[in-house]
């Protein structure tokens, strides 16, 4: 007795999907922020370095130029985008209990949103004088 050579259905191997439908594009969203967020982070990390021992006015200043202020932004989208993934990914393989987690689930995107447009605010006041 052999065994067989493909245990996914033809119509599973055409379309080309595993089993969660979703979990290629899942991956390829956290690597690619992952990538984005090196040269991010090691970019804010100056940029914080810049503001040490300043007073108010100066930071504010330095924050609300525009090329640092779009740095800081994409930072800000892509560490949130990365941190709502990674939470998703880990919720998903260890909560078990389904309704706890949908509401996990729920919970991270909606922190995740509310962390983001915060920073991306408080980012725009500084740059716009808003």
């Known amino acids: 007795m052999t065994a067989p050579r493909h245990i ?3 119509l599973a191997r ?5 089993a969660a439908r979703s979990g290629t594009d899942t991956f390829w969203h956290q ?3 992952a990538v984005a967020s090196v040269p991010l982070t090691i970019a804010a990390i100056v940029i914080m370095i810049m503001l ?3 007073n108010q006015a ?3 200043q330095i924050l609300g130029s525009p090329l640092v202020a779009i740095i800081m932004l994409l930072f800000v989208v892509s560490i949130t985008a990365h941190m709502r993934i990674g ?8 909560v078990h209990h389904d309704p706890l987690k949908l509401v996990l689930l729920v919970s991270n995107s909606f922190f ?12 725009l006041k500084l740059s ?3």
Not at 14 to 18: E, L, M, S
Not at 87 to 94: R, T
Request: glycine content about 16%.
């Open 8 to 10: 996914r259905t033809p």
């Open 14 to 18: 055409v379309r080309g999907f595993g």
């Open 31 to 33: 690597r690619v922020t």
């Open 52 to 54: 040490l021992g300043r």
């Open 58 to 60: 100066a930071v504010a």
């Open 87 to 94: 939470m998703q990914v880990i919720i998903e393989d260890y």
């Open 112 to 123: 995740a949103i509310i962390v983001g447009l915060t920073s991306v605010y408080g980012l």
């Open 128 to 130: 716009f004088g808003l």
